[in-house]
């Protein structure tokens, strides 16, 4: 599976942004697929994940209420749409495949990765 992570970029605190990661190379329908970031001089932590037969989704904490997670299963396309951003959210954002039935946060339970896309939020 190749992920190619679009969509990041330069935002004001409260604005929002959509990003994309297009999925190529094995059967997308099969996977979980999860968005991860990575902040400078912290760990790389998950952020958000789907189920793609079923669509059931996860969310840590800390975006709850403002990121929805979604697929299109037919584009073979992951999203995440972020809104009501904050200067804690800039980070390189990763999004990251993995064939198990379960959506689990930790980055080692992921065998596919993106190569990132930046999102800078200023206060």
């Known amino acids: 599976v190749q992920l190619q992570a679009s969509g990041g970029g330069l935002v004001q605190a409260g604005d929002s942004l959509r990003l994309s990661c297009a999925a190529s190379g094995s059967t997308f329908s099969s996977y979980v697929m999860a968005w991860f970031r990575q902040a400078p001089g912290k760990e790389r932590e998950f952020v958000a994940g789907?189920?793609?037969?079923?669509?059931?989704?996860s969310y840590a904490d800390s975006v709850k209420g403002r990121f929805t997670i979604s697929r299109d299963n037919a584009k073979n396309t992951l999203y995440l749409q972020m809104n009501s951003l904050k200067p804690e959210d800039t980070a390189v954002y990763y999004c990251a495949a993995d064939n198990s039935m379960l959506i689990f946060t930790a980055t080692r339970a992921y065998d596919y990765w993106g190569q990132g896309t930046q999102v800078t939020v200023s206060s």
């Open positions: 789907i189920r793609l037969i079923g669509g059931t989704t």
